[in-house]
C-alpha cells in the first residue's frame, strides 16, 4: 500500500467544520482511500472511503483532488465526540493476500475539540 | 447486530508465559484480521484468518499464532512472553470478499490490553 502524510495534530472548536487532509503523491490508480478513526479507549473505526468522487454518508464527506493525490475528510460540525486520531489508509487491489488484505496504519492526526 | 467482541478485555501476564485472546466477529463475516497496538509503533497489522485458513501475515516472530473455527471465531496465542508484549490487542472482521480487499469495511473490536511484567 502507498503511503500516506498527514498532520500530528490539529485543534477544533466545537459546532464549527474540520477539514483533515491527507497527502498520498504516490497513489496508483486502483487505491481507494479509506478514513478510519479511533476514540479513546475504543477500537478504530471506519468513517468513509472514495475511490475519484467526492463521497458523503452520515459521519463525514470526502474531498478527494482532481489528481488523487491528496484527500481531505470534512466534518461538518464537531462535536466533542469527534475527538479522536483520524488515520487516513491507501488500500489497492482485489486481492486480499500479500499487503492488500490488511489496514496499514500510520501515525494519524490527533483532533483535538474545544468546547 | 451484536459487534466484534473480543475476551478477555484486560490480562496481566508474566515473562515467559502464553496467553490466548479471542475474537467473536460480527455475524456473516468470514474474515478476522489481529492487530498490535502500542505507544511506539502504533498500529500494525499480525494476522488476517478467512474460512479457518490464514490468509495473510504481517512481520511478527512466529511465537504469535492464530486460528479460525468454523463459526469464523478467532484466537490468538503469544508464547513465551516478553516485556514488549505489552500492549492492546485488536480483532477486526469484515465479510473478506464482497468487492475485493480494497473496499472491504474491517469492524474493530474493543481490543485486549495485554501487559506483560
Known amino acids: 500500500d502507498a503511503k500516506t502524510t498527514q498532520p500530528n495534530s490539529m485543534e477544533s472548536n466545537e459546532e464549527e467544520p474540520v477539514h483533515l487532509p491527507c497527502n498520498h503523491s504516490t497513489i496508483s490508480g486502483t487505491d481507494y482511500i479509506h478514513w478510519y478513526r479511533q476514540l479513546p479507549s475504543q477500537g478504530p473505526e471506519y468513517v468513509i472511503h472514495?475511490?475519484?468522487s467526492n463521497v458523503n454518508n452520515r459521519m463525514a464527506s470526502l474531498a478527494i483532488a482532481e489528481d488523487r493525490k491528496s484527500s481531505t475528510l470534512i466534518l461538518h460540525r464537531a462535536t466533542l465526540r469527534d475527538a479522536a486520531v483520524y488515520y487516513c489508509?491507501?488500500?489497492?487491489?482485489?486481492?486480499?493476500?500479500?499487503?492488500?488484505?490488511?489496514?496499514?496504519f500510520g501515525k494519524g492526526t490527533k483532533l483535538s475539540v474545544k468546547p | 447486530k451484536a459487534g466484534v467482541t473480543q475476551t478477555p478485555r484486560y490480562l496481566i501476564k508474566t515473562r515467559g508465559q502464553q496467553v490466548t485472546l479471542s475474537c467473536s466477529p460480527i455475524?456473516?463475516?468470514?474474515?478476522v484480521s489481529w492487530y498490535q497496538q502500542t505507544p511506539g509503533q502504533g498500529l500494525q497489522f499480525l494476522f488476517e484468518?478467512?474460512?479457518?485458513?490464514?490468509?495473510n501475515k504481517g512481520n511478527f516472530p512466529g511465537r504469535f499464532s492464530g486460528r479460525q473455527f468454523s463459526n469464523s471465531r478467532s484466537e490468538m496465542n503469544v508464547s513465551t512472553l516478553e516485556l514488549g508484549d505489552s500492549a492492546l490487542y485488536l480483532c477486526?472482521?469484515?465479510?473478506?470478499?464482497?468487492?475485493?480487499?480494497?473496499?472491504?469495511?474491517?469492524?474493530f473490536g474493543p481490543g485486549t490490553r495485554l501487559t506483560v511484567l
Open positions: 484468518y478467512f474460512s479457518e485458513t490464514q490468509r
Open positions: 489508509i491507501l488500500r489497492g487491489g482485489m486481492n486480499y493476500g500479500g499487503s492488500q488484505g490488511n489496514l496499514i
Open positions: 472514495g475511490l475519484t
Open positions: 455475524s456473516g463475516h468470514r474474515s
Open positions: 477486526a472482521s469484515s465479510f473478506g470478499t464482497s468487492g475485493g480487499a480494497h473496499t472491504d469495511t474491517q469492524y
